[in-house]
C-alpha cells in the first residue's frame, strides 16, 4: 500500500470514528413537562344550537399552559380576564367567571413572567389573549397573517377591550410564522398552523415521554362533537369556514400519524378530568 494511500484510509477513518458516537448513539428525548392553568369558565353565547346537536355541557373552560423544555419555556395562551380585575372571590365580566390569576398559578411553580421565554397565543380572541400585555417581554411566536390582523395598517378609532389587553405585543420581539413551526428544532414542541377560526390560528403539538404526544386545540374544536358530527361547525361563521375544514382534516391526520390525543381547550368535561398545576404531565 502506498505511504499516501495509507494517510488517506487513516483521515478517512478518524472521520468515520469521529462521527460515530453522533450517528450511533439514540437520541433521548428532552424531558418536556405540560402544565394547565385554571384561567375559569365562559358561558356559551348561544346555547341553543349546541344543545340541539346534542352538547349537553355547553359551558367551556377557559385555560392556559405551560411547557418547560430544557432550553426555555413556552406560554400558550392567557386567559380571559386580566389578572389585575381578579377579586378574591373571584370576578365574572360578561359570559366569563375567573377566580384563579395567571400570574399567581406561574408563580406557585416558582416563574415570573420575565421568566417566559416565549409566548404563543393560539389565537388572538379575548379568551385566549387577555394578559398578552404581561408577557411582552418574552418573544412572540405568531403566524404572520395573526400579526396582521391583531395589527391592521389602520388602527380602529376605539380599539376593542381585548385589542388594548394584546397591544403591548406589536413591540415584542417577534419570530413571524408561515406555517409550522418546530420551537425547540428537537420535534419536541410544534406549532401546528390551523387558520381559519382566525387568519392565523394554530395548535400546539407537545411530544411528551411518559404521556405521549399531544395536541392543545386552540379553537379548531370546541367540543367533541365537532369532530364526530362533521357538519357540526357552529363556530365556522366566525372565520373562513373552508379554512377552517382544512385544517380539521390536516388536524385528524397529524393526530393519526402521531397517535397523539387531542386535548380539545374549552371541553371542560375532559378538561375537568386533567392534572392542573402544579401537577404537570410528562
Ligand atoms: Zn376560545
Redo the contacts with the bound molecule.
Keep these: 500500500m502506498s505511504k499516501r494511500l495509507t494517510v488517506m484510509m487513516k483521515i478517512f477513518l478518524s472521520i468515520v470514528v469521529g462521527l460515530l458516537p453522533w450517528s450511533s448513539a439514540p437520541q433521548a428525548p428532552p424531558a418536556v413537562k405540560l402544565y394547565i392553568f385554571d384561567c375559569g369558565m ?1 358561558k356559551s353565547g348561544n346555547p341553543d344550537v349546541l344543545l340541539d346537536r346534542g352538547v349537553t355541557t355547553t359551558d ?1 373552560s ?1 385555560t392556559a399552559y405551560l411547557v418547560v423544555h430544557p432550553q426555555g419555556t413556552l406560554l400558550w395562551d392567557t386567559g380571559v380576564i386580566p389578572d389585575d380585575l381578579i377579586q378574591p372571590g373571584g370576578t365574572t365580566e360578561a359570559r366569563a367567571t375567573v377566580h384563579k390569576t395567571l400570574r399567581g398559578q406561574l408563580a406557585e411553580i416558582g416563574y415570573r413572567p420575565s421568566d417566559i421565554t416565549y409566548l404563543a397565543l393560539s389565537h388572538n ?1 379575548y ?2 389573549s387577555a394578559n398578552a400585555n404581561s408577557f411582552a417581554g418574552s418573544t412572540w411566536l405568531v403566524q404572520k397573517a395573526e400579526r396582521a390582523a391583531m395589527f391592521p395598517d389602520t388602527p380602529p378609532q376605539n380599539p376593542s377591550n381585548s385589542a388594548a389587553r394584546f397591544s403591548a405585543l406589536k413591540n415584542s420581539k417577534t419570530v413571524l410564522l408561515n406555517g409550522d413551526y418546530d420551537v425547540f428544532g428537537d420535534g419536541s414542541v410544534v406549532i401546528i398552523a390551523t387558520p381559519g377560526h382566525t387568519p392565523g390560528h394554530q395548535s400546539l403539538l407537545v411530544n411528551l415521554s411518559k404521556t405521549g404526544p399531544v395536541v392543545l386545540s386552540g ?1 379548531l374544536y ?1 367540543y367533541p362533537a365537532e369532530r364526530t358530527l362533521k357538519d357540526f361547525t357552529p363556530f365556522a361563521a366566525l372565520g373562513n369556514s373552508e379554512l377552517e375544514a382544512a385544517s380539521k382534516a390536516k388536524m385528524e391526520a397529524l393526530l393519526k400519524e402521531k397517535k397523539a390525543t387531542l386535548w380539545i ?2 371541553d371542560i368535561i375532559a378538561y375537568s378530568q386533567l392534572k392542573k398545576s402544579p401537577a404537570f404531565y410528562d
Excluded: E
Design positions: 365562559l367551556m377557559v380572541h379568551d385566549h379553537d370546541h381547550q374549552h
